[in-house]
């Protein structure tokens, strides 16, 4: 990883539906001066807003980030963020015409591929890297999630994921700045249990989904009528459960795919504390919701 900040080469552009909202934005990914971070600007408002990429601006956690700022919403910012830090980009400034980042395929491949073929620019300014004065834990007692943030001498991250499901068991995944983070982590797409899907759809939570953006999880016994039910809904005849357990939509990059997904999400949740961390993290059945808080903790100690 490098020891100067770096910013983009040139501007990339991407295009799709958001998964929660469903609704088609167009995003131009950009270049961005040192020192400048992450910035959302949600061009299509009159005001052209800018929405800082930290955890203060953090507003709404239900299965993907939303940042905001006075009129300005930006939702489903993981992927991106991720993909930026895993990446090594400092500073990029990110334009919308509408709400919700695109889901493309729910994973950061599609900035990762477009980033790796130019490569990034040195801009020749030392990399802030944050320092951590004390270590941090923070904890769900709902949930049993919990975060720790110890001081170190450069990022590292350590999860394990455990849906007490027959399907996925438990999941760990590492990731610091010798990893291959584009092809090992950021290639990862993000995933749901067949039995969540119902509920998710009736609550206005997935408008966007369908089977080219996520992996499927079926954990309960899955009747025909209920597998019709589902091609029908995504437009996708003879879908099939597979022998390991998930619908025949995809095939897994990885064993542990979903595990390493949510290596990538806390990652890019991770990087609303501002910057690269110096700082040891293991994450016990992390989440939007613990990823954002620790992150707002840590800046509050900064």
């Known amino acids: 990883m490098h020891a100067t900040q770096h910013t983009l080469k040139k501007a990339y552009y991407f295009s799709g539906k958001g998964l929660h909202t469903g609704t088609y934005a167009h995003l131009k990914l950009m270049p961005a001066p040192a020192d400048h971070g992450i910035v959302f600007r949600r061009k299509d408002l009159r005001s052209k807003p800018l929405i800082e990429a930290i955890a203060e601006n953090v507003t709404n956690t239900a299965r ?4 905001s700022h006075d009129e300005a919403v930006v939702v489903t910012i993981e992927h991106i963020m991720s993909a930026l830090t895993g990446l090594g980009v400092d500073n990029a400034l990110i334009e919308m015409d509408n709400i919700e980042v695109p889901i493309l395929d729910g994973s950061a491949k599609p900035y990762i591929d477009a980033i ?8 020749e300014v030392p990399r802030k890297y944050i320092d951590i004065p004390q270590s941090l834990e923070i904890k ?9 943030i110890e001081p170190a001498k450069a ?3 350590d999860l394990t994921v455990d849906f007490n499901s027959k399907i996925l068991g438990v999941q760990k995944a590492h990731w610091d700045e010798s990893c291959d983070y584009a092809h090992e982590i950021g290639v990862c797409r993000t995933f749901v249990f067949f039995h969540e899907i119902e509920y998710l759809f009736r609550n206005n939570l997935i408008k ?4 080219d953006n996520a992996i499927v999880i079926v954990e309960n016994p899955v009747t025909p009528d209920q597998l019709e039910s ?11 459960i597979t022998e390991e357990g998930y619908l025949n939509n995809l095939q897994l990059h990885f064993p542990d795919e979903c595990g390493r997904h949510k290596m990538l999400d ?7 504390a501002g910057g ?3 700082a040891k993290i293991t994450a016990y059945k992390p989440g939007h919701t613990i990823n954002t808080k620790a992150a707002k903790a840590l800046r509050a100690l900064l």
């Open 276 to 278: 690269y961390l110096n």
């Open 64 to 67: 993907s980030t939303t940042i």
């Open 208 to 211: 966007g989904g369908d089977v």
């Open 140 to 148: 769900d007692k709902r949930t049993g999630s919990w975060i720790r």
């Open 230 to 240: 589902l091609s029908m809904l995504f437009n996708m005849p003879g879908l099939s």
């Open 155 to 157: 990022p590292s991250l």
């Open 266 to 272: 806390l990652i890019g949740d991770m990087r609303l």
């Open 116 to 123: 790796l073929k130019d490569g990034t620019v040195d801009q």
